[in-house]
């Protein structure tokens, strides 16, 4: 029996900054972001979006009533949660229309959180082979303002339906993970940006990467032209791009070629959207699937998950024959492409309106066009609306 990623869904709200305009009001050279970290676009998240929100709106492009009927199982990663107990999942249960019968938990790691809920549902589906399981990476990217971590912001969520006999990726039983206790990368209670050593934060991201790698030859005896595609978390998309260089040190012109290839085509998303977080790496699966000509059933795709703090894990799995079928014919191209540009000023005043430790607050959210959205707070008790 396969097991595997079965749909994939995406969403991030409709308003975007341009990375050089950006560049031009911090007084910095607009290639140091277009270039120096391969961004073009960045992803604005109005108050009227939040995790939930967003998880929903990703989930709803994807789920029939056939399979909400069968998920048993809502895993939801995140960052960027909305209370210290209540699970964003359970919100999401009612949203959706699931069942009752379901299990919904929220998991923590950082970027990798999204990695470990498709792992720990993959297990579930061996045991319960007629389950399936909602995996969901959603998280708003913040550093703040006019701060070096600033350009590598960004937000939305990915929605990722496993279950057996998948669609898109038959994922492979052996994986190789690795966890140090360090500080690149965190975000203490209270605070609403995130700190980050950055330097030293994608030094390690580069020695972990060689870590699973080079475990992950030891315990499969796959080799790199064993692979069609290799994805990379993706907080900037340079960082992934000099990760692959990494693996491809001495290998043969032909192959890093190809696999170049398809980095391009696997980071044209992440480019004009930005920084993720749990689900980076899976938005990065999605521009790989819609932009690639070349990739076909039985190609196999390496994945390398990192998440600061640290951890990581490097997996793999086959394409299947069905799998362009997984988007639910979603044109993610061209939803992107019909986003609306928000000057950096307006950009600016809804990064500041985000709705945090906010007891009482009515939202106007007549120009969000999105299916689910955040009308207010009442009592710090947060008011979602499905259109």
Same mark, same amino acid.
């Given at each position: 029996m396969e097991i595997g990623i079965d749909k994939l869904g995406f969403f991030t709200p409709d308003l975007y900054v341009d990375m050089a305009k950006l560049a031009h009001a911090r007084q910095e050279d607009p290639n140091k972001y277009l270039i120096g970290i391969g961004q073009e676009k960045m992803s604005v998240i109005p108050p009227t979006q939040d995790v939930v929100t967003m998880a929903a709106n990703a989930a709803n492009k994807i789920l029939t009533d056939e399979d909400k009927k069968q998920i048993d199982f809502v895993i939801f990663a995140t960052e960027s949660g909305i209370d210290n107990s209540k699970a964003a999942a359970v919100y999401l249960v009612r949203l959706l229309d699931l069942q009752p019968n379901v299990r919904a938990i929220e998991v923590k790691q950082a970027c990798y959180g999204a990695t470990a809920g498709i792992q720990l549902a993959k297990e579930h589906v061996a045991f319960s082979p007629e389950s399936k399981v909602l995996v969901i990476g959603a998280d708003i990217a913040r550093y703040g303002l006019s701060v070096p971590g600033e350009p590598?912001?960004?937000?939305?969520?990915?929605?990722?339906?496993?279950?057996?006999?998948?669609?898109?990726?038959?994922?492979?039983?052996?994986?190789?993970?690795?966890?140090?206790?360090?500080?690149?990368?965190?975000?203490?209670?209270?605070?609403?940006?995130?700190?980050?050593?950055?330097?030293?934060?994608?030094? #390690?991201?580069?020695? +972990?990467? /060689?870590?699973?790698?080079?475990?992950?030859?030891? @315990?499969? $005896? =796959? #080799?790199?032209?064993? +692979?069609? /595609?290799?994805?990379?978390?993706?907080?900037?998309? @340079?960082? $992934? =791009?000099k990760g692959l260089r990494q693996l491809l040190v001495g290998t043969d012109p032909a192959l890093a070629a190809r696999l170049t290839q398809e980095f391009e085509n696997a980071r044209k998303f992440n480019q004009i959207v930005g920084n993720l977080y749990t689900g980076s790496l899976y938005l990065s699966l999605v521009s790989l699937l819609q932009n690639s000509e070349q990739l076909a059933a039985g190609s196999r795709i390496g994945l390398f998950s990192y998440g600061s703090g640290a951890e990581a894990e490097f997996y793999s799995g086959i394409l299947q024959e069905k799998f362009k079928e997984g988007l639910m014919g979603v044109d993610y191209a061209q939803i992107l492409g019909h986003r609306k540009e928000v000057s950096v000023a307006e950009y600016e005043e809804l990064f500041n309106d985000q709705l945090y430790d906010v007891e009482t607050r009515k939202l106007d959210y007549v120009n969000d066009s999105a299916s689910f959205i955040l009308t207010g707070v009442t009592e710090y008790q947060r008011q979602y609306l499905k259109k």
């Open positions: 590598t912001q960004g937000g939305g969520a990915v929605a990722i339906l496993v279950s057996a006999e998948p669609r898109i990726l038959a994922l492979s039983k052996e994986s190789t993970y690795y966890t140090q206790d360090i500080m690149d990368f965190w975000r203490p209670l209270g605070k609403t940006e995130a700190m980050v050593d950055g330097k030293y934060s994608s030094n #390690v991201y580069l020695e +972990f990467l /060689a870590q699973v790698w080079n475990d992950y030859q030891k @315990k499969t $005896g =796959l #080799v790199l032209k064993d +692979f069609d /595609a290799l994805l990379f978390h993706l907080p900037y998309t @340079k960082l $992934g =791009l």
